[in-house]
């Protein structure tokens, strides 16, 4: 008798603790988000995982970062890991001609992170003028601090995964470049691997709640390949060992586009 009762209890254990897991999951989603539980936690995790990050990807980003020039967009700055990278530097050499950086906007939402960020900011005002908006790139455009056709570049470095609605910042990002302008990314995207690609939608709901919003299975780089407007994009892998595929890219508006 109690054999037949405990396994009639089992389904029932197993529905009450997946539905309480669930509960719990939006619970600490919403009052976490609320009362800027994540970003908080998140500022600390990047604290340690940011700089080992940067150095693994730094031969990348000084690579990409070098095609920036005349008025900079850096969505998503975090602590300024991006500034230290543009530079105008050597700017006349080679095939690489472009004009200087003048100007940057930087877009940091986070609360937390904006001390490190001015810091970093009046570390490169010797460089170029910089400009910090304390709001998200969709608060920012909404509020008209950002014009169409404004930006000769503009930077997503490690940040797209992030965006609750990328496929709308996407669509801003290419109208606030002037034609011709470059935009500039560096991602995580979903493997190619099937059993990781598993792994990731597996892992995806713990990871976006603990990473402030990122997602592993996003297919960036992707959706901005197959956007209209572009007059040329290029994407390459990185292929060096990490737990991740990235990807980098430039991705050149049409000269002909206006807004």
């Known amino acids: 008798m109690n054999n037949i009762l405990s396994k009639q209890s089992t389904p029932v254990i197993v529905t009450g603790g997946f539905v309480s897991a669930i509960v719990l ?9 609320k009362y800027h539980l994540k970003q908080r936690f998140f500022n600390n995790l990047w604290g340690y995982l940011g700089p080992l990050v940067d150095i693994k990807l730094s031969k990348f980003k000084k690579e990409l970062f070098s095609e920036a020039s005349g008025k900079v967009l850096d969505v998503g700055s975090g602590v300024g890991p991006t500034f230290k990278y543009l530079t105008n530097d050597n700017i006349n050499d080679g095939d690489n001609k472009r004009p200087p950086i003048t100007h940057v906007v930087s877009i940091e939402p986070n609360p937390f992170m904006q001390q490190e960020l001015s810091e970093a900011a009046n570390k490169a005002s010797s460089k170029f003028e910089v400009t910090i908006l304390a709001k998200t790139i969709e608060q920012a455009y909404k509020d008209g601090n950002l014009g169409n056709e404004t930006f000769d570049t503009v930077i997503c470095n490690l940040v797209l995964c992030s965006i609750p609605d990328q496929d709308k ?26 059993l990781n690609r598993w792994f990731e939608h597996l892992i995806n709901p713990l990871w976006s709640l603990i990473g402030d919003g990122c997602e592993l299975d996003r297919i960036t780089h992707e959706k901005i390949k197959n956007m209209s407007g572009w007059e040329k994009v290029s994407i390459s892998q990185i292929k060096i060992k990490q737990p991740f595929k990235h990807i980098y890219g430039i991705a050149i508006k049409d000269s002909l586009t206006t807004k």
């Open 169 to 194: 910042v996407l669509i801003d990002i290419q109208n606030l470049l002037k034609p011709g302008g470059k935009f500039l990314f560096i991602e995580h995207v979903s493997s190619d691997k099937v």
């Open 25 to 33: 999951y939006h619970l600490i989603d919403y009052y976490g988000s």
